[in-house]
């Protein structure tokens, strides 16, 4: 029994974790789709929302719900407002560039964040709902923290998912990333359409830094966790949604047990191991699939 | 004054002038189309009216108003919409989805959903494939979905880009028969764009031909028929009394 409720709860804080990186995979995939971009900057996006929704929480006394909300809609803001004055001007130039532009754009963003006022380089905590709540059912105790992650992640991608199935912009940023030039005969506007998708992929950063914020904490550094969010994405086969989701999840549960249950060091290579196995056996990712096009 | 005008149009790739000042009218409701062997330019006339490639000189009008140096969305919202070559279909989008996203621009929900229904009464085979992967249909299929995809835009001008392109005869034969149907009772104008000049002409009213970015010869289709470089050149008709002129020797004439 012991050993059974050790388990669940290395289970439950990998899953937790797992749809963190899931949700940070999903942000490079949705932007790589569209643009063939991938942004080194998504881990920032955490940063961000993570910093937007401490200060609305512990200086403006907002709730944690509406600091969520809120900092989820700023770092949507912020997407867009660099699509258009940084990503558009730049739409043409080699895609190796603008890579290095978003890696450029990382650390000018941990740096800003480190000369904010109030913000600076320490580490912050604010209280949630969750704080110091746990489901026990015997033996068994669940931390509401991490339940928290993992039913407010689905609630996420069921959004996303209707979004993108159910209404006339989602498909069109589907066929888009399909076929861009079928799209233009539509008369759908690529430029529109990547302007959502920066939009979309900060929301869902800002979005997942103030779920993590509980587990880490608030601080310059947290969006690091970005790294080991691009083997999941990669896992996953950078292609689609649930890709992410899932390539985030196994790394996540695999890296939780290897904490465990592996001698110290394990974990933090667990993931590149996972991705090195799963690469050479299925090169194009779990959920990858192969060009084919039609004559 | 004609529903499209283009007029001296050129259109480079990089330093290479595709184009070299074509002109041509498209009368509304009527059926016109471009003849051409490939490299001649086709593909590039069309891309350059819907948008998608910018003239570097010349004017084309649509509806009396300037058209070049637009965004194709705005070319699309005007009421022209191209069928381009080689379907570019969305693989990953269901046939219905597809569709739909021919209807893009389209904000009445309720005269959409009865062209979908006309659309399925064209292409039968798009209505039973509804929830089907574009990429998972037949080339033919795919030309279909990409007629009818364009046809759910309900544009006043369709441009088609060599919809016969691998099509078995008896397949080639039923497109065009929709697509007169389309220009009967949608009351579309269309110009077409072919390399299978016998059933481009039988369909279209009004040919040009086009030779390396060059339009060389203008007449009623009719007329073309009978023409007899375009018989020799695009009907492949041989002509037996010219004994000791070899093939190879005979020179277009254009007149
Ligand atoms: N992307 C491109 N870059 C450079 N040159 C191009 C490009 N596309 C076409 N061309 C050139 O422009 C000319 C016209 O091409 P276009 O595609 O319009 O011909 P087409 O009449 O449509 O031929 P086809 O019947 O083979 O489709 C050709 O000489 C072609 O080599
Ligand atoms: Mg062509």
């Known amino acids: 029994m012991e050993l059974f409720n050790e388990i669940i709860q290395t289970l439950l804080s990998g899953v937790s974790i797992g749809c963190i990186y899931g949700l940070v995979a999903l942000g490079f995939v949705l932007i790589f789709k569209a643009t063939e971009v991938i942004n080194f900057a998504q881990g920032e996006m955490m940063v961000l929302g993570a910093f937007i929704a401490l200060t609305l929480i512990n200086v403006f006394g907002f709730s944690y719900w509406a600091a969520l909300l809120l900092a989820t809609v700023g770092l949507g803001i912020f997407g867009l407002i660099l699509e258009r004055l940084v990503l558009r001007s730049l739409i043409g130039e080699p895609v190796f560039a603008i890579v290095m532009l978003t890696i450029g754009l990382g650390y000018f963003v941990r740096s800003s964040v480190s000369m904010v006022p109030t913000w600076g380089t320490d580490t912050y905590g604010f209280t949630t709902p969750f704080t110091d709540k746990a489901a026990r059912y015997g033996e068994l105790v669940l931390s509401w923290e991490q339940l928290a992650i993992i039913f407010m992640t689905i609630a996420l991608i069921l959004i996303l998912f209707a979004f993108f199935r159910y209404t006339r912009m989602g498909v069109a940023m589907r066929a888009t990333s399909q076929n861009q030039l079928a799209a233009v005969y539509m008369g759908i506007s690529v430029n529109r359409v990547f302007s959502l998708t920066w939009i979309i992929s900060a929301a869902v950063g800002g979005f997942a830094g103030v779920l993590l914020s509980p587990i880490t904490f608030v601080h310059m550094n947290m969006g690091f966790i970005g790294l080991k969010a691009f083997p999941a994405a990669v896992l996953g086969g950078f292609s689609s949604i649930p890709g992410a989701i899932v390539g985030g999840l196994i790394i996540g549960v695999t890296e939780s047990l290897a904490g465990v249950y592996l001698p110290i060091g394990w974990k933090d290579v667990a993931a590149w191991i996972i991705l090195i196995g799963v690469l050479i056996i299925r090169p194009q990712g779990l959920f990858g699939i192969q060009e084919k096009k039609k004559v | ?255």
């Open chain 2, 1 to 255: 004054m004609p529903l499209l005008q283009v007029r001296n149009i050129e259109t480079y790739y990089g330093p290479i002038m595709a184009i070299k000042g074509v002109s041509l009218d498209v009368e509304e409701g009527d059926i016109v189309t471009i003849l051409g062997a490939n490299g001649a330019g086709k593909s590039t006339i069309l891309k350059t009216i819907s948008g998608v490639m910018d003239p570097e000189k010349g004017t084309i009008e649509f509806m009396d108003q300037r058209i070049d140096g637009m965004s194709p969305d705005k070319i699309v919202r005007m009421g022209i919409t191209q069928v381009p070559e080689g379907r570019e279909i969305f693989h990953d989008l269901t046939v219905k989805e597809n569709l739909m996203m021919g209807a893009y621009l389209r904000k009445d929900r309720s005269e959409t959903q009865e062209d979908l229904e006309i659309v399925h009464d064209y292409f039968p085979v798009l209505k039973a494939r509804s929830s089907q992967l574009g990429g998972n249909m037949s080339g033919g299929e795919q030309q279909m979905l990409a007629i009818g995809r364009a046809i759910m835009a309900t544009p006043k001008l369709l441009l088609l880009d060599e919809p016969s392109l691998g099509l078995a005869p008896f397949l080639v034969k039923e497109i065009f028969e929709i697509i007169k149907r389309v220009n009967d009772e949608q009351k579309t104008t269309i110009l077409l764009v072919e390399q299978n000049a016998l059933i481009a002409l039988s369909l279209a009213r009004i040919g040009y031909v086009l030779e390396l970015g060059r339009i060389v010869k203008e007449d009623t289709c009719k007329e073309l028929m009978e023409n007899e470089d375009v018989k020799e050149f695009y009907l492949g008709v041989k002509e037996e009394s010219i004994r000791g002129s070899k093939r190879w020797k005979r020179k277009k004439k254009w007149r």
